[in-house]
């Protein structure tokens, strides 16, 4: 299958990623020339990276990945820390990173790796304005952009597809159709079962989500899920005209009734009608499938 290369790389992008986050601390304490446990005292290396579907149905990442003090982004890394010596980790340690793969063939023994393009673009950014590189305007637009684009872009669906059958019926590209097909028949082969290609198939077999931080890049999401709820608590609150809570514990009180069971309200006859017709169905089935006599 001509698609299948095209859907191991997408199932193994997140592997990839992971093995370059665990990498490039390593390059880097390298080339600075500090040990490791020095490094992670005097910086820290955080990221935020979304990924974005090419009109060939292939995943590639957009990323941003920052060099901070060891409290943070508040917190400014060590002179040593420069932006060139960081640019040369990032690309020293995407040229080191491969995850091993499993290539289909006739008796199932040929084996290959997967590794990062020669298309890696590593651009400075800078604060506020463009020196020679872009600024964090720019960047935060930039990754906006492609945070809020989905599969549909690369000609597929945005849920997941329950039986190969249907991928006939889906109004999708003819390329994202056949790396559909693709997903569906790899999940069937013993060697990539353990990717669930058929549970990822409407994202052309690519298992992770769009968007990914580390948890100390900026603030958390689990921070803004709790700013969305009291904003939303507030609204609830001005329009039913009740009162700001007063930071008191608030206890919810919930009372269950019993409603009772079975039909109702002429339930039993529409029941009744449909238990008739998948009698006569089966009767009618079961007579086809009887032989002439003679």
């Known amino acids: ?129 463009d020196v020679n590189g872009l600024s964090d305007q720019r960047v935060a637009s930039y990754i906006a952009k492609y945070a809020t684009k989905g599969a549909e872009s690369a000609g597929t669906v945005d849920r997941p597809i329950r039986d190969a059958g249907d991928v006939a019926h889906l109004a999708v590209t003819e390329h ?31 298992r992770g989500h769009f968007s990914t931080k580390s948890r100390h890049y900026s603030i958390t999401l689990g921070d803004l899920r709790q700013a969305r709820a009291d904003y939303r608590a507030e609204q609830a609150r001005s329009i039913l005209g009740l009162p700001a809570p007063d930071g008191e514990e608030t206890i919810t009180l919930s009372q269950w009734r019993y409603a009772g069971n079975g039909l109702r309200h002429g339930e039993a006859l529409w029941a009744e009608l449909a238990r008739q017709r998948i009698i006569t169905a089966r009767r009618i089935a079961r007579e086809r499938e009887q032989p002439e006599p003679g």
């Open 176 to 206: 994202a159709r056949r790396m559909i097909y693709t997903c569906f028949a790899l999940s069937r082969l013993a060697p990539y079962r353990d990717l669930s290609l058929r549970g990822w198939a409407h994202t052309l077999g690519y």
């Open 1 to 129: 299958m001509v698609q299948t290369p095209a859907v191991l790389w997408n199932a193994h992008t997140g592997e990839l990623w992971r093995r370059f986050t665990q990498r490039l601390p390593a390059v880097l304490a390298r080339l600075l020339g500090v040990p490791r446990g020095r490094l992670r005292r005097a910086v820290r290396l955080s990221y935020a990276k979304v990924a974005e579907y090419q009109a060939r149905g292939l995943v590639h990442f957009h990323a941003v990945i920052r060099l901070d003090g060891p409290e943070g982004p508040a917190a400014p890394p060590p002179s040593w820390a420069t932006v060139a010596v960081l640019e040369d980790a990032i690309r020293q340690a995407a040229a080191q990173i491969t995850v091993p793969a499993r290539e289909h063939s006739p008796d199932g023994s040929s084996a290959g790796s997967l590794r990062w393009g020669e298309q890696l673009d590593v651009k400075p950014v800078y604060l506020s304005a």
